[in-house]
T-cell receptor, first 115, second 112 residues
């Protein structure tokens, strides 16, 4: 149980285009989902906290107009990278909270490459 | 502000040998501490967590960690490493709003 999926697992896009990444909790309902960004050989950095039915809360320094987060249902959150640039290339990971405030289940991540 | 330091970027051990991965944290209150493992193509998997009580915590896959408040440490240990343990290991501390602050990770390689 407690499986989180992400789609796509990797994506290559041209500079200036937008890319949508989906995060789904497959066998549980998640009122809260988190989006992280991981640079090569570095740690995970929290980008935003997404609560179902409300606006996401972004961490300091994260451009909310660039990284659009939608948590439309209890099992789906999406991250849209708008007008992507090469510096947005990274590994994006989501997690979903279930069974208490201290338990997050992580998706396998999405590798974004912007050309 | 909370922070987590993992001093070892890369560690190589022989299969069957013991393992200790270091983690030091900085947090004003009683910390909630976690160890996660990340394997290629898979999401981070929770190995164990410490909230309170017994300072020696048992986790999955034969891992354990010891919380030492005096040293602000939460080191991960395993008595006998298996080749399948090769992965990236992250220590994390929970802060307000259920947010996790991660260390930079330690990559474990296992020699046959």
């Amino acid at each position: 149980g407690a499986v989180v999926s992400q789609h796509p697992s990797w994506v290559i896009c041209k500079s200036g285009t937008s890319v949508k990444i989906e995060c789904r909790s497959l066998d549980f309902q998640a009122t809260t989902m988190f989006w992280y960004r991981q640079f090569p050989k570095q740690s995970l950095m929290l980008m935003a906290t997404s609560n179902e039915g409300s606006k996401a809360t972004y961490e300091q320094g994260v451009e909310k107009d660039k990284f659009l987060i939608n948590h439309a249902s209890l099992t789906l959150s999406t991250l849209t990278v708008t007008s992507a640039h090469p510096e947005d290339s990274s590994f994006y990971i989501c997690s979903a909270r279930w069974q208490g405030p201290d338990t997050q289940y992580f998706g396998p991540g999405t590798r974004l490459t912007v050309l | 502000a909370q922070s987590v330091t993992q001093p070892d970027i890369h560690i190589t051990v022989s299969e069957g040998a013991s393992l200790e991965l270091r983690c030091n944290y900085s947090y004003g209150a009683t910390p909630y501490l976690f160890w996660y493992v990340q394997s290629p193509g898979q999401g981070l998997q929770l190995l164990l967590k410490y909230f309170s009580g017994d300072t020696l915590v048992q986790g999955i896959k034969g891992f354990e960690a010891e919380f030492k408040r005096s040293q602000s440490s939460f080191n991960l240990r395993k008595p006998s490493v298996h080749w399948s343990d090769a992965a990236e290991y992250f220590c994390a501390v929970r802060s307000s709003g259920d947010k996790l602050t991660f260390g930079t990770g330690t990559r474990l390689a296992v020699r046959p």
